[in-house]
């Protein structure tokens, strides 16, 4: 007769046992013992390249003999604008190698390099795997850009690099006072993104205060389109037009504090009110249905098929949501629409800050090349090249004369001409990403945006969450300045 | 002969065996080392911390939700998908009523094409599964949504995946439909080795189709449902499990921290945190969960061994 099953007593039972656990250590072991590898290769670190001399032409004294080595996140933006800018570096300095590449996985790509020592000298430090900034910059991974700020700039060597860039750059880039470690390059606007043709079609105007914004979402819905939308599983999109709003309404000091995680921040009756007009749009049934299961995508496509009048993003959406976007969409960005006349700051309070972080390594080989090639990319001429390839301002300040903008980018510059001083810039995350993005964007907003939350719940909860990310000492800890 | 026999075991023994603590043995001494460090994974240097990592990981409400649903994981899976692989299967070959001219023990009608429809998912690699699914499940326009429009039930519209109640039973249903063609097949194997004979004197003394199972199959099946078990709670606790929840319930581990998992959770403190070495005292954690858990079923399926 047949028989499955093996003749010793145990047989099956132990030898699977082990066979299994075996198993079970190629599950749950190789990633731990990949990185363990990685660690345990040591830190010999690489040697310097010697610098070269300072001239006029070369003001970081960049040794033109040396490799220099740029990686680059392969994004939104794409890598045609920094393949422009080395075909620069390697004409002013015919004799040096460049190795230039792009990739989305920073950290599995660069994590081994820094364990190693040997990073390379420039790298765009962004995306889904984008380096923790915080603990490089804890663990002195990263090199001080000041003397890059402190060059003549590319186009006017009557001018230095840091006056040639838009409010707020240098000073994101600093963590705990004066060193600059990140530069960010690309410059996005946050806000309330729309068609202003849809908005015509209604015939109404962008509301300024919660009341008028209350109207319009009825007269969308009375045309059977939903208010907002929003990335629902991603639900830290809210805070793009959320959080200016709360600077509007309460003035700075309360993101401020926010940021600093001082203790019953979240109370401010700002925080409070700017929750409760957003429930309100839940409440009254102005939130596209579905949306809490909708993700990034999915919820930009309904927005851009006419199902919902407002979404908020930054304006990287415009390249991102490209192909859905229709032809006479008439893409606008708007500041946030405040609470009423008493509001703190004037309408037009905007959110716009730097993206796109690139970095030169502490131990890199050649960080006076990685520093002259973002030098070039700031001039006048690469800063509007990118703009014009990806529909993004950059960090320089201008370069935007003489090329066509396209209906977001230009609403975006004209809502920064309104904002004018009044462009606020929280923190929370660049210096506290999971606080930022899972507990008080998932686990707050996004429950209290589905209807599971009362925004009495959710200030208590966030604030729960702040105080115990300013207790957590295993996180850097960063206050404004 | 006798006294080369040992030598000549550890001549073949030697490679595999050293291969086996270089890969799999010493990256686990070394994640333990490495637990006891604050290592970040973003630079050479680190110092020892002792316990700290531990401490703080018994604090952790994440790491218990974590562990909570990894848990789930490895009960409920199992449990539905080998019950449903069981019956499935046993429909298959045992299950068809009695056809004129046929043989005796057969399955249902069609049971060849359902075995291949069952086994179908089981070729789609499981990130693809979790993309598909992660349509099917948009509460705007996927198919679960407009199936239940289209019969007539407007006004049941869940969120899914969106809804932290539902997130985590809509992830593990997933991983259902697409491993439960695997055991199909694997048991419907252990079932056509089991004699014929068997099912016959059952049938002649006019046993009921459940009664043929819970008598005759499913004990001779034993040893198979077993290794299945711990096979399938292996996956649940880790590869499986992370590639649905990552894709599918993006944002860090569904709506409040509803589906997240221990690997996942490890994967996040590595690669996205910089806390590497918190990361591996988590992996620690798993690995003491899955050993327990194989250790438990083992345990509790011991039972005397049918000869036939």
């Keep these: 007769m047949g028989s499955t099953s093996n003749n010793s007593a145990e047989g099956v039972g132990r030898r699977d046992l082990i066979k299994r656990s075996a198993a079970l ?64 570096y390697e004409g002013n300095f015919p004799k040096a190698t460049v190795k230039f590449s792009a990739t989305q996985k920073i950290q599995s790509t660069l994590q081994p390099r820094f364990n190693q020592g040997n990073p390379p000298d420039l790298i765009d430090n962004s995306g889904a795997e984008q380096m923790d900034m915080g603990v490089l910059v804890g663990k002195n991974q990263l090199a001080d850009l000041t003397p890059l700020l402190d060059a003549p700039s590319y186009d006017d060597p009557g001018k230095k690099v840091r006056d040639t860039l838009r409010p707020g750059i240098v000073e994101m880039g600093q963590f705990d006072g004066a060193p600059v470690w990140i530069l960010y390059y690309a410059y996005t606007v946050y806000g309330v993104w729309y068609s202003q043709k849809a908005l015509d079609s209604l015939d109404a105007e962008y509301p ?12 969308a819905k009375k045309k059977g389109m939903a208010g907002w939308t929003y990335a629902g599983k991603y639900p830290y999109y809210l805070p793009f037009s959320l959080y200016p709003m709360i600077g509007k309404v309460g003035g700075r000091e309360v993101l401020d504090a926010i940021d600093n995680l001082e203790p019953n921040a979240w109370k401010h009756p700002a ?7 957003y429930y309100e749009l839940y409440q009254k049934g102005y939130i596209l249905k579905g949306t809490p299961g909708l993700d990034h995508i999915q919820s930009q496509t309904a927005w851009a098929k006419g199902e919902a009048l407002f979404i908020p993003n930054g304006s990287w959406v415009e390249n991102e949501s490209a192909n859905v976007i ?19 700051m004037p309408f037009g309070t905007i959110w716009a800050s730097g993206g796109e972080p690139f970095v030169v390594p502490a131990k890199a080989a050649n960080p006076e090349g990685g520093m002259e090639q973002l030098r070039i990319m700031l001039s006048e001429a690469s800063s509007k090249n990118f703009t014009a390839k990806v529909k993004s301002l950059t960090a320089y300040n201008g370069g935007t004369t003489g090329i066509t903008l396209t209906p977001g980018l230009k609403s975006g510059v004209a809502a920064l001409q309104l904002a004018g001083s009044n462009v606020v810039n929280p923190r929370l995350q660049d210096w506290y990403v999971q606080l930022q993005k899972e507990k008080i964007g998932v686990s707050g907003l996004g429950e209290m945006m589905a209807g599971r939350l009362t925004p009495a719940e959710a200030v208590k909860k966030i604030q729960g969450f702040a105080d115990e990310a300013a207790k957590d000492n295993t996180i850097k800890h960063y206050k404004h300045q | 002969m006798q006294h080369g026999k040992y030598r000549f075991i550890v001549g073949f023994l030697a490679l595999p065996l050293g291969l086996y603590a270089l890969f799999v043995v010493w990256p686990f001494i070394q994640s333990i080392y490495y637990s006891f460090t604050d290592w ?20 952790d409400d994440i790491f218990w939700k974590s562990l909570e649903h990894s848990l789930l994981f490895a009960l409920v899976l199992p449990l539905v998908t080998i019950s449903l692989a069981l019956f499935f299967a046993f429909m298959i070959n045992v299950g068809g009523r009695r056809r004129r001219g046929g043989p005796v023990i057969s399955g249902v009608r069609g049971s060849s094409f359902y075995k291949i429809v069952y086994f179908f998912p089981q070729v789609l690699s499981i990130a693809i599964v979790a993309l598909l699914f992660q349509f099917a499940y948009n509460p705007d326009s996927g198919a679960v949504n407009s199936i239940l429009r ?3 039930l407007d006004s049941v519209q869940p969120l ?13 249903a997933v991983l259902v439909w697409s491993t439960v063609g695997f055991f199909v097949v694997l048991f419907s194997a252990g079932m056509a080795s089991i004699p014929a004979e068997l099912y016959e004197a059952a049938l002649l003394d006019g046993a009921s189709r459940a009664t043929t199972f819970f008598r005759v199959t499913l004990p001779l099946l034993w040893d198979t449902v077993q290794s299945g078990w711990v096979y399938m709670g292996i996956l649940a606790l880790g590869a499986e499990s992370f590639a649905v929840v990552q894709i599918m319930t993006t944002g860090p581990g569904g709506p409040d921290y509803s589906t997240t998992v221990l690997v996942l959770y490890v994967y996040q403190k590595a690669f996205r945190d910089g806390q590497a070495a918190y990361a591996t005292t988590i992996g620690v954690a798993l690995l003491v969960v899955t050993l327990a858990f194989a250790a438990i079923v083992m345990r509790l399926g011991r039972r005397e061994r049918l000869e036939y």
């Design chain 1, 25 to 88: 250590g190629l599950v749950a072991a190789p990633g731990m013992g990949l990185l363990s590898a990685c660690a345990s290769s040591g830190g010999g670190g690489q040697k310097k390249d010697k610098a070269g001399k300072k001239t006029a032409k070369n003001p970081l004294g960049v040794n033109d003999t040396a490799k220099m080595e740029f990686v680059l996140f392969d994004g939104g933006f794409g890598k045609e604008y920094a393949e422009d800018a080395v075909k620069i």
């Design chain 1, 208 to 219: 300024k205060t919660w009341d008028e914004m209350l109207a319009v979402c009825e007269k």
């Design chain 1, 271 to 277: 925080v409070k009110a700017c929750f409760e007009a």
């Design chain 1, 326 to 344: 229709p032809k006479d969409f008439d893409l606008a960005v708007s500041a946030p629409s405040g609470i009423d006349g008493s509001d703190k």
């Design chain 2, 40 to 59: 970040t994974g973003l630079s050479p240097e680190f110092k020892m911390v002792g316990f700290d990592n531990y401490t703080r990981m018994l604090h």
């Design chain 2, 150 to 152: 289209g019969i007539g």
């Design chain 2, 160 to 172: 899914w995946l969106g809804d932290p109640n539902l997130a985590l039973w809509c992830v593990m």
